[in-house]
């Protein structure tokens, strides 16, 4: 446990409406299923963050890293909100109670709260603790003007800190500024992701999938690490050199906004041979499809397309 200050993204995960849907329904069930709901979202942040602790309807969680990487910060909040809606939407489905904890489940929403800083780890009371100016600031701007001011419900809050921590391009990727005053803390400028209109996006996007019964080749690892790490090492590309070490570079073009996604290419160089990779479908942390095409000088370029998941214990990619 560190005495000394670490950089630090932190991240809040709230339930929005819950208290309003607490005093209008039954206790009993609304507690089981806060206990389900939030449940969800600590697990679909892990294993990148780390629990600092539950806050009632809220999830602490922070990632002790010099900077994050942006498409990866942006797929998990976006898979974690995916993953609240659908579980909200299959608990809802999955009873035939008509209390009112039940029925009205669909009036709960998420937000998230993200910033990075410095803090200090420390045992308090005999429990661990993030300490520092910081972890108030992240607190603080849960009380924020967002739906008032830009109506958004269901929204990811980044401070500026945050963002160029990740290097994202907030205004490529449709976020919307707004600055938030707090006594004793001042002005901070922020950018507001909406994760409705993601959640539409993405319930409207066509799949492209290359299934195993479809492929001329199927390759399978097995391995023992969540797919959310799997999932870093297939596609990141500062790791693609530690498990295809005929890979000499790797250089992104298209990613908008500093993410990575369809749209976005992989240039691979092995030696003077150049190998492209065409981003076709993205879905953290399940597959991602690609149009591969073989731009070898002198040689005509050949293309197949691909999809690779990241599964618990098993790693997969068919041709």
């Given at each position: ?58 999830a602490f ?76 600031v992240v ?123 369809p749209g ?56």
């Open positions: 446990m560190s005495s000394t200050a670490q950089p630090t993204c932190f991240l809040i995960a709230d339930i929005s409406g819950y208290t309003g849907y607490l005093a209008e329904v039954e206790l009993e069930h609304a507690q089981d299923i806060l206990a389900d709901l939030i449940g969800a979202v600590v697990s679909s942040l892990r294993p990148y963050f780390r629990l600092a602790k539950l806050e009632g309807d809220a969680v922070f990632a002790s890293v010099e900077g994050i990487d942006g498409t990866m910060l942006l797929d998990t909040i976006e898979r974690c909100y995916f993953g609240f809606r659908r579980r909200r939407r299959d608990v809802r489905q999955a009873t035939s109670c008509e209390c009112n904890a039940c029925v009205r489940i669909p009036d709960l929403n998420l937000k998230f709260v993200v910033h990075d800083g410095v803090a200090i780890q420390q045992k308090v009371a005999g429990r661990q603790e993030l300490l520092g100016s910081d972890v108030i607190h603080r701007l849960l009380k924020n003007e967002v739906v008032e001011r830009l109506g958004i419900e269901a929204y990811a809050l980044f401070t500026e800190a945050a963002v160029v921590a990740a290097e994202i391009v907030p205004s490529d990727l449709d976020m919307h500024p707004i600055t938030e005053t707090y006594d004793r803390i001042g002005a901070v400028s922020c950018w507001v992701l909406d994760l409705e209109h993601r959640w539409q996006e993405e319930e409207d996007r066509a799949r492209v999938f290359v299934r195993p019964d479809e492929s001329i080749v199927n390759v399978s690892i097995e391995t023992q690490v969540p797919p959310q790490v799997a999932w870093g090492f297939l596609t990141a590309p500062g790791r693609r050199m530690t498990w295809q070490p005929w890979v000499t570079e790797v250089s992104i073009e298209g990613a908008t906004g500093g993410r990575r996604g976005s290419s992989n240039h691979c160089m092995h030696g003077k041979d150049a190998v492209i990779e065409e981003i076709l479908d993205w879905r953290p942390y399940d597959y991602v499809t690609d149009r591969t095409i073989l731009a070898t000088p002198g040689v005509r370029s050949g293309c197949c397309t691909r999809s690779s998941s990241s599964r618990p214990r098993t790693g997969r990619s068919s041709i």
